[in-house]
């Protein structure tokens, strides 16, 4: 039987007697090595597993348990980190630090973390909206919780984004896109219908003055009296604001701003909306705002009634800017009611006043120190005289880049007599002799600026001219830049060099790398 079984593994397995002998011995051989292996993996697997729990033995069952030595432990800087110093600062201090820091470098806080750009946004106060839904959900309130000046006016735009045409208002700073395909003509570009309704507007309003009640300047377009009114009532403290849009119903919801000090109106605008501002929207103003300290009428289609208010009741008024005004005739006489006006601007004027009666005796505004004219039309001779003799006492005149200002224009300034500073910037048409026929008697001048005004030569100074240029404290003459850009450039061979590299006798084919 034990013959059969050995035949069967020899054919089944392989199996022979002299294999199994083979094997025998060398397990026999190798037996030390493989128990010393055995050895060394119970070894380790002692001192890297050791047991948790032993069974006692009656003579172990009342003797103390053995001394455990401490495990080694792991560098504690690499599990659990120090905090950093300035994250154990208080919200406050953080605050205080974030502060000192210029303007310029703090829209990089926002990217440190996210309680750096928590507390960044509570130092933002200032902010322009361009998303109108930013406003209404909250979402704005919750990231700048401290804003106190707000500009809404691009907000309210809700004109195409995708749109290639981009228009801007510099002065005005306003900003929209305009569809290119325009059915309706150049005064379709910026319409009520590519703003935000009224009642949008309105409750925009009611959100911000419930957020804002510290809100010191708004500028916001389109709006009603109710949405004023809202914030008139929850913002006391409101002291700037600038309405684009701007009509006579409007006005009824400033009256309610005691404290309100800047007021810049906005009503019609040279191809992009009509909106009208008369003499009872001004008279409005006038009897609501009487602590204002500076008013800015742009496109308003007042006059004299409406001027005569405005000077009757804002006694604080010193600064009055038009832009771009359609006053009817004869208002320019209304100004002799300003008592405290100190500085008159006009701006982008087609005219000064379209009266035709002017003398001596219709009234001044002695108050008057600062006149300035910048890119108005000054074409009528009698409307350019009667406004230097309201502002007869004027002390410094700017005029730049104004158009029609010749020497017989400019020669109507003779009538100011205490002129001290004296500004000419793009008068292309006015002259060297002009410029002496006035101030030669200007004895109180000192200061005299005068740039790219290119019929002003240097060579034409006569030894008056001379005179008076030696007796001022401060002479800016830059009269005509062309020449001024030569003189700088000559000798350093400026505009000859080509002269002397392409003559008619090099080839091309001479050329270096050709």
């Known amino acids: 039987m034990e013959k059969e079984e050995t035949e069967w593994k020899r054919k089944t397995m392989g199996f022979s007697p002299e294999k199994e002998n083979r094997d025998s011995n060398w397990f026999k051989t190798k037996k030390k090595a493989l128990n010393h292996v055995l050895s060394t993996i119970r070894i380790h697997s002692k001192q890297t597993h050791p047991l948790k729990e032993t069974q006692p033995t009656p003579t172990t069952l009342h003797s103390p348990p053995p001394p455990q030595t401490p495990k080694p432990t792991q560098d504690s800087t690499l599990t659990n980190p120090v905090p950093d110093r300035i994250s154990l600062l208080s919200d406050e201090i953080l605050l205080r630090i974030l502060s000192k820091l210029p303007e310029s470098q703090r829209p990089a806080n926002f990217l440190v973390s996210k309680r750096w750009l928590n507390l960044q946004g509570k130092l933002v106060r200032s902010v322009k909206l361009l998303d109108w839904e930013f406003l209404v959900s909250g979402r704005v309130f919750f990231r700048f919780p401290n804003l106190v000046r707000v500009d809404l006016v691009d907000g309210c735009s809700i004109s195409p984004r995708d749109s290639g045409v981009f228009c801007t208002r510099s002065r005005k700073a306003v900003s929209f896109h305009a569809v290119s395909n325009l059915e ?17 507007v309105d409750k925009g309003l009611r959100v911000l003055a419930s957020k804002c009640p510290n809100l010191t300047k708004l500028a916001v377009a389109n709006c009603s009296e109710m949405g004023l009114l809202s914030v008139a009532e929850e913002c006391p403290t409101l002291q700037e604001l600038e309405l684009f849009m701007c009509n006579d119903r409007v006005l009824r919801g400033i009256a309610a701003c005691l404290n309100l000090q800047i007021l810049r109106l906005n009503g019609a605008e040279d191809g992009l909306h009509e909106s009208l501002v008369s003499d009872v929207g001004l008279t409005i103003l006038a009897q609501g705002c009487k602590r204002l300290v500076k008013l800015e009428l742009s496109g308003c289609k007042g006059g004299y009634e409406g001027i005569k208010a405005i000077g009757q009741c804002c006694l604080m008024l010193e ?148 005179s008076v240029f030696s007796a001022l404290k401060d002479l800016k003459w830059k009269p005509d830049r062309k020449s001024a850009v030569s003189n700088h450039l000559e000798g350093i061979g400026m505009g000859k060099r080509g002269s002397k590299f392409f003559k008619k006798s090099h080839d091309w084919k001479s050329l270096p790398g050709s």
Not at 184 to 200: M, P, Q, R, W, Y
Request: glycine fraction near 8%; charged fraction near 25%; charge should be negative.
């Open 184 to 200: 309706g003509g150049k005064d379709s570009i910026f319409t009520e219908k590519s703003v935000l309704n009224a009642d949008e």
């Open 319 to 466: 600064e009055l800017t038009l832009c771009n005004h359609r006053m009817e005739d004869g208002w320019l006489s209304a100004l002799s009611y300003f008592e405290n006006l100190k500085t008159l601007i006009f701006v982008s004027c087609k005219g000064i006043d379209g009266g035709d009666e002017f003398d001596e005796g219709f009234g001044s505004c002695p108050s008057v120190e600062r006149l300035h004219l910048e890119k108005c039309q000054l074409r009528d001779k009698t409307s350019l005289r009667a406004l230097f003799l309201v502002c007869c006492n004027v002390r410094k005149l700017v005029i730049q880049n104004c158009w029609g200002l010749n020497d017989d224009m400019f020669g109507t300034s003779s009538a100011l007599r205490k002129v001290r500073f004296l500004g000419l910037e793009g008068c292309s048409m006015l002259t060297t002799l002009g410029l002496e026929s006035v101030i030669i008697y200007w004895n109180d001048l000192e200061s005299l600026k005068v740039y790219s005004c290119n019929k002003i030569k240097d060579g034409e100074v006569n030894p008056a001219l001379s």
